[in-house]
Nanobody
Framework: QVQLVESGGGLVQPGGSLRLSCAAS????????MGWFRQAPGKERDFVGA????????YYADSVKGRFTISRDNAKMTGYLQMTSLKPEDTAVYYC???????????????????WGQGTQVTVSS
């Protein structure tokens, strides 16, 4: 059974940084992409970025490019979303998700991902 568990959310001031973690179990991560999404109150769940677990290639939404970095630790079976220069508009519940990798194609839709974590709240406010 695939299980994804996020952690690391919290309250941070504008301009600050935060690192989210996503611990995975029940899957062979080398065959998967791990995606990150976020959902603000009253809005749809949006793609943030993804990592191809096998070769650590990454892909980002334009809204976070240059500020957010996705990485992974194979030994810990944990993915990370490092967020810097945070803005109030980054406030949302952040989710990690997993889907089988396919032909080095990037997927950025909620419907493309099979497994989801429970989410962790990130609030950017002074």
């Amino acid at each position: 059974q695939v299980q994804l568990v996020e952690s690391g959310g919290g309250l941070v001031q504008p301009g600050g940084s935060l690192r989210l973690s996503c611990a995975a179990s029940g899957l062979t991560l080398d065959n998967y992409d791990m995606g990150w999404f976020r959902q603000a109150p009253g809005k749809e769940r949006d793609f943030v970025g993804a990592i191809d677990w096998k070769d650590a290639r990454t892909y980002y939404a334009d809204s976070v490019k240059g500020r957010f970095t996705i990485s992974r630790d194979n030994a810990k079976m944990t993915g990370y979303l490092q967020m810097t220069s945070l803005k109030p508009e980054d406030t949302a519940v952040y989710y990690c998700a997993a889907r089988p990798s396919y032909n080095r194609v990037w997927y950025d839709s909620v419907d493309d991902y099979d497994s989801w974590g429970q989410g962790t709240q990130v609030t950017v406010s002074s």
